[in-house]
C-alpha cells in the first residue's frame, strides 16, 4: 500500500503514546503517504503527542477537549484554515472510569454511564458533524475504533461494551446520512492490544493471554495490521467500503469455544 494515500490530510485523534492504537494507524498512513494533523488534550497529552507528531513531520496540533463545543468548534475551525479540505478523520477516542472496569456490570453508576457514552459514542458524531463541511464537496473517510465487547460479554468490559454497541450503530447511521456525500464511515475491531486504555480493564493480561492462544491464527492483533487495515478504508482501495466493523482479530471472532488443546 505504499503511497496508496499519497496527497491526501487527515485528523488523528487519541494518541496517547507509542502503543496507541491511533499511533499505529498515523504510522501506516504516514507511511502511505498522507499528511497528518493530530489532536490531544490537555498540556500533559500534549507533551506525549508532540515529539509523536514531528517524528512524522507534522507541526499542526489541536488541543480539543471533546465533551466541550466550543473546544470542538475552535479545533476545527484552525483545522480549516490550515486545510481548507481533508480527506480522513481518525477517531480513537473512549472512557470509563477505571474502577467500573471490573466487577459487575450490573454496579455501573449513572454518571460513568453518562460519562462514558458522551466521550466515547456522542464524541465521534460531535467530530463528524465538523468534519463533514471539509470533505463534502469531494468525499472522505471517517474511522472509529471499537471492541467485540459491543456484541458479546467480556467480563470487565462493562459499560464499554454498551458504548461499542453504541458507536457501532451510530457508524452505520452516519455512513448512511454521509454516503450520498461520498463520505465512507467504518469502524476498525481488534482483538485485545496492550494499549494504555486497554491495561484499565479488569483482568486484561488474562484475556490477552487467551485470545492469543485460542485465535485461529493464534496471535493478537498488531499495531501494524490496525494501521494496514485503516490504509486500506481511508484510501482509493477502500472506495466501496463504507458501514462496516471490520475485524481484526486474528480471527477471535469466528469461534464459538477455545481451541481442543485449551479446554
Not at 515529539?51 to 496540533?61: H, Q, V
Not at 468525499?139 to 458479546?152: A, D, E, I, K
Not at 455512513?175 to 484499565?200: C, F, Q, Y
Request: net charge neutral; proline share 4%.
Amino acid at each position: 500500500m505504499s503511497n496508496s494515500m499519497q496527497g491526501m490530510r487527515g485528523l488523528i485523534m487519541g494518541v496517547a503514546n507509542e502503543r496507541s492504537i491511533a499511533w499505529g494507524i498515523a504510522k501506516a498512513m504516514h507511511e502511505a503517504g498522507a499528511e497528518l494533523a493530530f489532536s490531544y488534550q490537555g498540556d500533559n497529552f500534549g507533551k506525549r503527542v508532540e515529539p509523536l507528531a514531528a517524528s512524522l513531520g507534522s507541526d499542526l496540533l489541536l488541543d480539543v477537549d471533546v465533551t466541550d463545543d466550543a473546544s470542538l468548534d475552535a479545533a476545527f475551525k484552525d483545522l480549516g484554515g490550515r486545510w481548507p479540505t481533508i480527506d480522513f478523520v481518525v477517531h480513537a477516542v473512549a472512557y470509563s472510569d477505571k474502577s467500573e472496569l471490573s466487577g459487575r456490570f450490573l454496579n455501573t453508576s449513572r454518571t460513568n454511564f453518562k460519562h462514558s457514552m458522551d466521550i466515547s459514542v456522542y464524541s465521534f458524531i460531535e467530530v463528524a458533524r465538523r468534519a463533514y463541511p471539509l470533505m463534502k464537496d469531494k468525499g472522505g473517510t471517517m474511522l472509529t475504533m471499537t471492541y467485540q465487547g459491543s456484541n458479546r460479554v467480556v467480563p470487565n468490559y462493562n459499560v464499554m461494551g454498551v458504548a461499542k454497541a453504541a458507536l457501532e450503530a451510530a457508524t452505520r447511521y452516519l455512513a448512511n446520512d454521509l454516503g450520498p456525500d461520498g463520505i465512507r464511515v467504518n469502524a476498525i475491531s481488534p482483538g485485545p492490544m496492550k494499549t494504555l486504555a486497554g491495561a484499565a480493564i479488569g483482568g486484561a493480561r488474562r484475556t490477552f493471554r487467551h485470545t492469543e492462544e485460542n485465535t485461529p491464527l493464534r496471535a493478537n492483533a498488531t499495531l501494524e495490521a490496525v494501521g494496514g487495515t485503516a490504509v486500506y478504508l481511508a484510501s482509493p482501495a477502500g472506495a466501496c467500503t463504507t458501514g462496516e466493523i471490520i475485524r481484526v482479530d486474528g480471527g477471535f471472532h469466528v469461534l464459538g469455544m477455545p481451541q481442543p488443546e485449551n479446554l
